[in-house]
Structures are given as C-alpha cells and as structure tokens.
C-alpha cells in the first residue's frame, strides 16, 4: 500500500491519536515556544507547515497569535488529511501537494517539516526544495524522531507498524544531509517519554537580512 493512501486512511483518526499526547502535541507546544521568540512582529511572518497533516499546528498558532494575523499555509500530499484540515479551519489556506513538487512564487519567513519528514522518498531534495521556498534569512524547522541508537530503533519499530515506509534519520545524517547547502545550523534534542524515540529540532536559517 502507497504511503499516501496510508495517511488518507490515518486521516480520520489522526487528532486521536496515542502519540498526539506523548510526542505530536509536545513537538507542537516546542514549535510555537519558539515563534514566540523570533524576532519579526507575528503580524508580517508568512509561515508555510509543510506535510501538515489535519492542520493542528497551523490552528493552534492561530488561536494563540489572535488577532495578529499570520499568513498560515498548510501543505499536505493525503487528500484524507486536507479535507479534515479544511473542514476544521476555513480561514487557513491549503495546498495538496507532494513536498517535492511544491514550487510556487511565495516567499515564507519558516517552513515547518513536523513528523514528515521520515516519510519523504527523497529528503536531501525535499529539504532543498523547502530552503529554496524560503525568504532571504528565513528559517527552516525541522522536527521529527530520529534513530541515533538501538533503543530509538526498538521504539521507531513500533511507529513504523502504521506508518509504512519510512526513513528515521540521525543526527548526524540530517547534519550532512543540511551541512551542504544551509551554513547556520542548529539541532537539539529532546525526549518526551521513556518509550518515544529521541525527537530532534533542527533550526536552520538562510543568509539574508529580511527578519
Ligand atoms: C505523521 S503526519 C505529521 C502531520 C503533522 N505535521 C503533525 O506534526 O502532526 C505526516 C504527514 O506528512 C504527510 N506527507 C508524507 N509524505 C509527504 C510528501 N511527500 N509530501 C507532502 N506531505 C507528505 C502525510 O500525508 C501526513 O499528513
């Protein structure tokens, strides 16, 4: 079965999730901890989330940044998916696309590549593809579970069960895959249960002076 039909499938459950409560909530509670500490007024950031899933991140920044009026797009390539991001959020702008043949003539001050990332055929491209969308000294924010070592594979084996194909990258790989084309790059980690993979966030900026 193509990953994409598998997400279609998952659409419907996704907001009920297990691991919404042990590692897709806190990854976004992390997300929008750190939109609060950019620098450019919330009002002018143009903030695309990339594999968006049902929409939840791009909702929530709504609701706590009210009435600052962000420019929120959602992308996503499981129609399952965008229907329920649509259906529960009518003022947000989706776009149904696969990551690597996203181009369009918009500019954004971040990209966010939550928990997609790992189910990207080609993810040194994607990546590329993301920074090329992204306005002179935008940011790039990737966060998603990572394999750095057998405890990490033992809980990815689980996860893998329902997503289907998939590819966990270390750090060290997502170093080397980013190192290449993006010169100011940051990773952390964080763990956010016993039995959940080590998440990292990446946070990589082009040059530029536009923030
Ligand atoms: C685990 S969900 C993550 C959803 C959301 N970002 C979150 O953090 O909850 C993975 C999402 O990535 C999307 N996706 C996977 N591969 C993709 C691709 N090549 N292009 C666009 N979206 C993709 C799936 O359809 C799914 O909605």
Redo the contacts with the bound molecule.
């Keep these: 079965m193509s ?2 039909i598998l ?2 499938y ?2 419907k459950f ?1 907001n009920r999730l297990w ?2 409560k042990w590692s ?1 909530g806190p ?2 509670e992390m997300i929008i901890n750190y939109i609060q500490t950019m620098p450019k007024t919330k009002a002018e950031l143009n903030i695309l ?6 929409g ?2 791009l909702q929530e920044l709504g609701v706590i940044f009210h009435n600052q009026s962000m420019h929120l797009t959602g ?4 129609r ?2 965008l229907k329920i991001a649509r259906q529960e959020n009518p003022d947000i702008n989706f776009i149904h ?4 043949d ?1 181009s369009v003539t918009e500019r954004y001050d971040l990209i ?5 990332l790992p ?3 080609d993810q040194a491209t ?1 990546l590329r593809r993301m920074v090329d969308q992204l306005k002179p000294g935008g940011t790039l924010l990737v ?1 998603n579970a990572s394999a750095n070592n057998l405890y990490d594979q033992l809980c990815l084996l689980m996860i893998k069960i329902t ?1 289907g194909s998939a590819h966990y990258p270390s750090i060290q790989e997502m170093r080397a895959m980013v190192d290449q084309f993006m010169p100011d790059v940051s990773i952390s980690t964080v763990k956010t249960a016993w039995f959940v993979p080590t998440i990292f966030f990446l946070i990589a900026t082009v040059p530029g002076s536009d923030q």
Excluded: K, N, P
């Design positions: 990953s994409r997400w279609d998952w659409a996704y691991v919404q897709l990854t976004r989330d990339m594999g968006c899933g049902t939840q991140l992308v996503d390539y499981s399952g998916m696309s696969d990551v690597l996203f966010i590549a939550s928990h997609t189910y990207y055929e994607a966060a997503t």
